[in-house]
């Protein structure tokens, strides 16, 4: 069985009610990671774009094999995402991975998250203060 690197940006991550160690059990922990790309708020859940920003989206990365790749791409296809190929940073080195992309027609560039950080903006979010 093949294995692959997946950079989850999103409601995955850890500390989530859906996160990737309760969604997806099979999937192993690498690392804190990033992205360059630019990331939109679409209520519930964010979306990345590859776009060849300079931006930094922060994520996680993790390593899966090929059935967990497939319920992946079904439960990212369930919602008009589809996996793309990604560069993915760690502190020392960058390595080749998957991602999850919004498909366009289905979704509003609208909200940009300036920080990069679906988990910080969802806490900025729910602080009246903010």
């Known amino acids: 069985m093949g294995k692959h690197l997946v950079f989850i940006y999103g409601s995955l ?4 009610d859906r996160a990737m160690s309760i ?3 099979g999937a192993r ?3 804190e990671a990033t992205v360059h790309g ?3 708020d679409f209520g519930p859940y964010p979306g990345l774009i590859i776009d060849g920003s300079n931006s930094i989206v922060t994520g996680e990365a993790y390593e899966v094999d090929d059935q967990l790749l497939k319920e992946l ?3 990212e296809m369930s919602s008009n995402y589809h996996r793309k190929p990604v560069e993915i940073c760690f502190a020392a080195e960058t390595r080749t ?6 498909n366009p027609e289905f ?3 609208v909200t940009p998250i300036a920080s990069g950080d679906w988990i910080e903006h969802c806490q900025t979010k ?3 203060g903010q």
């Not at 991550?13 to 989530?16: E, F, K, M, P």
């Not at 991975?97 to 919004?102: N, S």
């Open 73 to 75: 791409d079904d439960f």
């Open 23 to 25: 969604t997806f059990p």
């Open 107 to 109: 979704y509003s560039l």
């Open 13 to 16: 991550r850890r500390g989530s």
């Open 126 to 128: 729910k602080d009246p």
């Open 97 to 102: 991975g998957w991602t999850y992309e919004p």
């Open 38 to 40: 630019s990331l939109y």
């Open 29 to 31: 922990f690498i690392a």
